[in-house]
């Protein structure tokens, strides 16, 4: 099975440009998250959402940030505009929403605003 | 909200020795799971192993075990006979069943591995 999917794997951009970060979670998972990770701040939960309905969006950093689950089988993290503070590494990951079910994460969307 | 706390943020180990890593959290739950993952420098993140909290029976995954005290709040990863290709970033993860089924991660250990 593949797993977690996400695009692309290295996004260099200017600030001020928008950023579209892709995730595809495996099929049949119905949880799907997305964290941001840089030295200074470890791990951070942006968003998640269940059967595509997002739950808790409270560690967006501010309305510069969005994500979409516009189906099970896709999503989006949006920043618009981008900012050089917003460099970071962000994963996407997924599972069933069943108590117990571990976490299956992508390979990261590295990010660099210049 | 869970707080899952890693005191060590680094830690190293001699090849073919046993290191220990620590993670304690906060709840007022009784159900959840705890977890453990490996980051290694290609930054996959990769399931270690689990522990469901009403099995008193600690987990293992050959080289790897927990010893979880749920009175204490307490869920520690030993590693044996350690190698090279373990040396990573390990981040202690709670899973509570009654916030929508939310994982909270601990800040992370940074374990090298010494030739």
């Known amino acids: 099975d593949a797993g977690v999917i996400q695009s692309p794997r290295h996004e260099v951009t200017e600030m001020g440009q928008e950023v579209t970060l892709r995730c595809k979670p495996i099929?049949?998972?119905?949880?799907l998250f997305w964290y941001r990770q840089t030295m200074m701040r470890g791990l951070e939960l942006l968003i998640y959402?269940?059967?595509?309905?997002?739950?808790?969006d409270s560690g967006m950093p501010e309305d510069r940030f969005s994500a979409k689950m516009p189906n099970a089988s896709f999503s989006t993290l949006k920043i618009q505009p981008s900012e050089p503070r917003d460099s970071a590494v962000y994963f996407c990951?997924?599972?069933?929403?069943?108590?117990?079910?571990?976490?299956?994460f992508g390979e990261g969307s590295r990010l660099t605003v210049l | 909200a869970q707080t899952v706390t890693q005191s060590q943020p680094e830690m190293s180990v001699q090849e073919a020795e046993t290191v220990t890593l620590s993670c304690t959290y906060d709840t007022s739950e009784s159900d959840y799971y705890l977890f453990w993952y490996k980051q290694p420098p290609s930054r996959q993140m990769i399931l270690v192993i689990r522990q469901e909290a009403y099995k008193q029976q600690n987990a293992t995954e050959n080289r790897f075990s927990v010893n979880f005290q749920k009175a204490a709040k307490s869920f520690s990863l030993k590693i044996s006979d350690s190698q090279l290709g373990d040396a990573a970033m390990y981040f202690c993860?709670?899973?509570?069943?009654?916030?929508?089924?939310?994982?909270?991660f601990g800040t992370g250990t940074s374990l090298t591995v010494i030739p």
């Open positions: 959402f269940n059967n595509n309905v997002p739950i808790d």
């Open positions: 990951a997924s599972s069933l929403r069943l108590a117990g079910g571990e976490l299956f």
């Open positions: 099929s049949g998972h119905n949880s």
């Open positions: 993860a709670y899973r509570s069943p009654n916030t929508g089924n939310q994982f909270y």
